[in-house]
């Protein structure tokens, strides 16, 4: 019985062609004698979420319609190592593996494939662990520069762009629910930008005292 395959080929951008994956791998499929169940092209970045030809080929494992799926390169079927591991972990549990133009084989239910899997995902690991080392580390340089990390209590989009208004109401004597319905935000919202401007108006008050002592 034949092997049933469905090719998948992705370019980066909309000026490359999928034409030359596509002919290397339709030669693959006839030389291996693999049965051509259908052919999926797409223009997504690598690091793209929304795959829509990628998601077909899932759902054809799915209903086990496919034995494997066909890939010039590993790198245009996952957009991460991450993403390589979990989709071959999806696609072993309906026996279906990824077989790459060079001849290489992801199929976890072998002990090649399992092997390849695991040094996939020491190398996922190592990448999450760079990223957050590199994360903290551009944290606490901005910290050095006096930046501020985060947003303080109430400081967001909504409030921030209404805060000189909401400030004005509250001089005008209304009330937080008054105020609320007419900027169009919740009343802990309003507290919470009238609380944060009392406290930043009381350090500078705060420091002219200790001063005049």
Known sequence: MKKRVAIYTRVSTKDQSCERQLNELRELARRMNYEVVGEYSETASGAKNDRQARNQVMKLAQKKAIDAVLVSELSRWGRSTADLISTLETLESRNVSVIAQSGMQMDLATASGKL????????????????????????????????????????????????ERILRLKEEGKSLGQIATEVGISKSSVKNVIDRHKTQTAKPEAARELVAA
Do not use: C, P, W, Y
Not at 133 to 161: C, H, P, Y
């Open 116 to 163: 390849m899997a695991t040094i996939l995902s020491g190398v996922a690991q190592f990448e999450r662990e760079l990223l957050i080392e590199r994360t903290l580390s551009g944290m606490a340089a901005a910290r050095a520069r006096g930046k501020v990390i985060g947003r303080e209590k109430g400081d967001n989009f909504k409030t921030g762009k209404h805060e």
